[in-house]
């Protein structure tokens, strides 16, 4: 007897979504309609650079009849900007904050103050059980194409890291997305 074919739908998306941008409320606005009227709708929604408390409740409010279940992680200075939505309630949620960050010195890129991270969740699915759910975003590149890039070893770091995890949650039987 072969099981019945499933499937998910999952997007992921950077949501551009600094402090000081122009258009950021509405931006987020837009992200939280295109959720909730997507057709065919989405299981799974991670978001990145949702960096202000009042963007994620923004969000939240207008996915919540879809997309019931959330969670937002706060991190450094200025928050980790990682938010997830989901179909299926959430068992479980954890934070890793990476050990490379970049420098401190140059504050208008954020990355070292706003602790680069990894979050996830645990979806309990009704028919496959425990699916782990991973969002990240790395480090920026600031170097012009074709330099030297100055932070491609944190980023191999945080991906190196990142790798740790997903071999741990896969050695609990779970299923991944990354």
């Not at 979504?17 to 931006?27: C, K």
């Not at 425990?130 to 980023?155: C, K, M, Q, W």
Request: hydrophobic share 40%.
């Amino acid at each position: 007897m072969s099981s019945p074919d499933i499937r998910l739908s999952v997007l992921t998306l950077n949501c551009w979504g600094l402090l000081l941008p122009n258009h950021r409320q509405h931006r987020m606005r837009a992200i939280g309609q295109h959720i909730l009227k997507a057709n065919p709708g989405y299981d799974i929604v991670g978001l990145q650079e949702v960096w202000s408390p009042q963007d994620f409740i923004l969000v939240r409010e207008i996915v919540r009849d879809v997309l019931p279940y959330s969670k937002h992680w706060t991190s450094g200075l200025f928050g980790s900007g990682l938010a997830t939505f989901s179909k299926y309630p959430l068992v479980s949620s954890s934070l890793t904050r990476f050990a490379l960050n970049g420098d401190p010195w140059p504050v208008w890129q954020g990355d070292w103050y706003d602790g680069k991270s990894c979050g996830s969740v645990v979806v309990a699915h009704p028919l496959v059980g425990e699916i782990e759910v991973f969002n990240t975003h790395y480090h920026a590149t600031y170097d012009p194409v074709g330099t030297d890039d100055r932070y491609l070893g944190a980023r191999v770091s945080q991906a190196w890291e990142m790798s740790k995890l997903l071999r741990q949650s896969t050695g609990l039987g779970r299923r991944v997305f990354a």
